[in-house]
């Protein structure tokens, strides 16, 4: 084969083989309706034009001359899975009918003639050099990197046994700073009226430092990490990759904060950091199955669940109309505004995975409302609640083509542009999960009563936190974060092997500084956001 172009690629796809065939115009595709494209190449002009949008999952893959990872085709080709080279550098012109191959060598996207079978996969020690080589990179302004690695089945198995050297924790450590410290620049405000969001947000991930190395430790021991990601990826609704993720980010974060108030030295307790990111790395590289980290790494999706769960839910769902649209985003309101409050205003019990293209073109959201009630985390508000269901489950249809821009962001919020994904959500699953692991469909004739059951117990919920003070609800939210391992200590049968109290370590940080708004609002912001690091996180040396 002979190299005739070079692009960027819209997300990590394996060599495809097809026919060069140009579209120059709204005609050309209209004119190609009816024809098979799984074996077409289609080239363009124009990385940010969306003509293509009616075949665009039919394609066998697409080169544009001109566009970035940002533009609007490379965003709607990874959502469609469809090999997509933009920026395509291209040394001569090609007749349509072309045969040429589109493949990805060390991060670049290459275009060549003809159509020769790829080389044999790399070696095992080929996939971790590559691996680390891809969390050292540094990616553009917000993190963000292409995933050029190929992780096997075999492969994963490896990297999970590897041994987390000094310079690999390091390398972990910087590579998760790094993809923080946009996160939480670009999100909202920590405001509420009902918590003091910065002093029980400080007061909980310090008590992660504080706690989380003992207790992983406990869990890790009666259950691997590997082993407790692996059975996580069966079904919805167990625990999001939110929580999965925060078990790192969070014990971190903690670090970061005790740095910055002069408490802990970078070089300090070097073998629990290793004890608690290696849990992590572990637990999100079983549960992912892909070799990807997070959501951005993935270009912000997470696709843990097996094909055939989100067909079965899929499959049980209703196409709505006008009347069900409506309640389905009155539900979805009713629930969303419920989990925030249960959550003490966060968003850590609500996580969108996906999006999962279908078979039609069309792509599922798969939401989970994870707790409603009495549950894993054992929180003692919710003891005596009696929502109509454990949690809810929600799968949700639609059309990519409805939307410039797709993100899922590593908390397991969708944005999109334009942003109203329930208006453009054309069926629906709702499944309400039960305490004893069994669940049922729910249909549309059933929504309206779900709302009513989960508006009354959020009155009940509410009325439990107005009738606090100030102190009870700093701790109570605490409690919330700080009970991030519960749901892994009970599949790992170790919930009462465990010591769930707060720090004695944390507990003196209160009422002096943190029970301060503004002081626990600068430790928390300087030690993350307005340091002079070029992510969140120091080096642990």
Known sequence: MTVIGKGVPSYTFGRVTGAVRHFRSPQDVIASIDSDLEATIAVVSSGGTTFLSPILGRLGGIVARDGTLRSHLAIVSREFEVPCLVGADLTEELADGTEITLDIVDGAGVVRTGAEAPPPAAPDADVSAAWWAYVRRVGDEIAVKPFDVTVGPEALDRLLAEELSDDRLDDLVQHMGRAFKPEITRRSGFTSELFPMLPYMTLSVIDDFHTYAERVAVIDAAMPAEEIGKRLRGQPGLVSPLWIWMVGYHYLCGRECLIQMGKLRSDERIEEVRTVVDFWRRLTLAHRGDGTLDYK????????????????????????????????????????????????????????????????????????????????????????????????????????????????????????????????????????????????????????????????????????????????????????????????AALAGVTDRIDWAFSPDTTALYPEPLDDDTQAATIFGTALVANDLPGSFSPIR
């Open 297 to 488: 790494d993935a270009g912000f999706t997470n696709r843990y669940l097996p094909a055939d769960v989100v067909d079965d839910l899929v499959a049980q769902g209703s196409t709505l109309d006008a009347a069900s649209s409506k309640a389905l985003k009155r539900l979805n309101a009713t629930v969303s505004g419920y989990s925030f409050l249960y959550f003490c205003d966060s968003r850590v019990g609500i996580c969108d995975s996906g999006p999962y293209p279908r078979r039609d073109g069309r792509h599922t959201i798969v939401r989970d409302y994870l707790s409603l009630g009495p549950s894993a985390w054992e929180y003692p508000w919710a003891a005596d609640l009696t929502p109509p269901y454990a949690g809810l489950t929600l799968a949700l249809t639609f059309d990519p083509a409805a939307f410039t821009e797709f993100e899922i962001n590593d908390w397991g919020t969708t944005f999109t542009e334009p942003d109203q994904l329930l208006s453009a959500v054309t069926e629906a699953t709702v499944v309400g999960r039960h305490t004893d692991g069994s669940s049922e469909v729910l249909g549309p004739d059933r929504w309206a009563d779900v709302l009513a059951d989960v508006s009354r117990a959020h009155m009940e919920l509410y009325q439990q936190f107005a009738d606090m003070g100030r102190e009870d609800r700093i701790f109570s939210a605490t409690r919330m974060y700080t009970s991030g391992l519960r749901p892994f």
